[in-house]
Structure formats: structure tokens, C-alpha cells
């Protein structure tokens, strides 16, 4: 079975601060995605990987960055934390074809102060 | 660009009693159909998925889907819930080509005793 983990299930942060979720995939996918979220918006789309070093803007990229260096990680990167952005973040990775069904972690749940 | 409507934010039934949760798309060449299930505090996992073939597709938990190209839907049901069934339930569509799956809002589905 795939598994995708999430280094941190809670954590709180302070205004300002730089943020960074973590995320391990161990089937050898090419795709990585970062979600959030909230309650009545459904799941959006913040960053999309389709491969190492190479990275697309989604929905909501704004106040985000990301970073894959290495093939099973994928890092989700809040460079100045607001309070706006509380929320569930949900990691997913799948195989590169269009077919193929989205794994996700367990989510990180982030609260800004 | 792909959308998806899930036509309840919320279904209260009472257990063992049939339900349907609802999904439309936005009309494509070739779609990949998916539900996924998310139980509180967990990431989302597959419930099913349509690729090609039979329109009727069978998932975990005795869930099963209809999948309707003329009117663009795809919709779930299960004859018979039970109260662990309670969780959150997303409807997502990849089209043919594209990487990213856009997915529904979520449905609520609340199964009381």
C-alpha cells in the first residue's frame, strides 16, 4: 500500500513566522500535490509537482512556495505565516498517468497565532 | 475548465437505510471518475473509480457507482448505511490529458441511529 506521511498532524505557529510542512511519499510517484482545506470550500489546490525540480501554481499560491528536491518529497513552504492561513493542509501523490487515483497523508493541521 | 457539483452539503439518514449522494461534471471528451471518503481527523481515501467499461462500479464498504455520460453524472449509493458510513465524501474528475483532478465541495453524509 502507498503511504503518504506528513512529518506534523498539529502545529501552531505565530504570525511571521516561516512555516514548513513536510511530506513523504514511498511508492515512487511522479505527481505531488499540496491541498488545504477549509470548511464549505471544499479541497484546493495550492502547488502540483510533476516531477523533481519542476513545480505549477494552482488555485490559491499565494503566500506559498514549495519545494521538491528529491523525488518522494514534497515540502509546502508558508513564508510569512498569516492567520488566514489556518487550515488543513492535505498532501497527496499519485503515478504520472491521468488515471490514476490521488493518495493522501493524514493532513496537518495548522493554526496561525 | 472542469467543475463539479455535488449537489448536498449535507445528507442526514437514518441507519440501514439506502442513500445517494449526488455528483455532476462539467461535460468533457474522456473524464476518470473518483470518489474518495475522508472519516474526521484522517486524510481522503478511494471509495471507487471509473476509468472505462461497465457504468456501474463497485467500491469499499458496499459502496457502488453509476456513472451516466448523457447527463454528466456520477452519482454514489449504498442500499444500506450503517452509522459508521458518518463521514465526509468528495466526488473528483480528472480529464483526459490533465494531471490534476478537480474535485466537488464534499457531502456530509450523517448517519443517525
Known amino acids: 500500500d502507498v503511504k503518504v506521511t506528513q512529518s506534523s498532524r498539529y502545529l501552531v505557529k505565530r504570525t511571521g513566522e516561516k512555516v514548513f510542512l513536510e511530506c513523504v511519499q514511498d511508492m515512487d510517484h511522479e505527481n505531488m500535490f499540496w491541498y488545504r482545506q477549509d470548511p464549505g470550500l471544499g479541497l484546493r489546490l495550492i502547488y502540483f509537482?510533476?516531477?523533481?525540480?519542476?513545480?505549477e501554481k494552482g488555485d490559491i499560491p499565494e503566500g506559498y512556495s514549495v519545494s521538491r528536491e528529491k523525488k518522494e518529497r514534497f515540502s509546502l513552504i508558508l513564508e510569512s505565516a498569516s492567520t488566514n492561513q489556518t487550515s488543513m493542509y492535505l498532501c497527496?501523490?499519485?503515478?504520472?498517468?491521468?488515471?490514476?487515483?490521488?493518495?493522501f497523508g493524514n493532513g496537518t493541521r495548522l493554526t496561525v497565532t | 475548465a472542469q467543475s463539479v457539483t455535488q449537489l448536498d452539503s449535507q445528507v442526514p439518514v437514518f441507519e440501514e437505510a439506502p442513500v445517494e449522494l449526488r455528483c455532476n461534471y462539467s461535460?468533457?471528451?474522456?473524464?476518470?471518475l473518483f470518489w474518495y471518503v475522508q472519516y474526521p481527523n484522517q486524510g481522503l481515501q478511494l471509495l471507487l473509480k471509473y476509468l472505462s467499461g461497465s457504468t456501474l462500479v463497485k467500491g469499499i464498504n458496499g459502496f457502488e457507482a453509476e456513472f451516466n455520460k448523457s447527463q454528466t453524472s456520477f452519482h454514489l449509493r449504498k442500499p444500506s448505511v450503517h452509522i459508521s458510513d458518518t463521514a465526509e465524501y468528495f466526488c473528483?474528475?480528472?480529464?483526459?490529458?490533465?494531471?490534476?483532478?478537480?474535485f466537488g465541495r464534499g457531502t456530509s453524509l450523517i448517519v443517525h441511529p
Open positions: 461535460s468533457s471528451v474522456s473524464v476518470y
Open positions: 497527496a501523490s499519485s503515478l504520472g498517468q491521468g488515471y490514476s487515483p490521488l493518495h
Open positions: 509537482s510533476y516531477d523533481v525540480k519542476m513545480k
Open positions: 473528483a474528475v480528472r480529464s483526459g490529458g490533465s494531471y490534476i483532478p478537480t
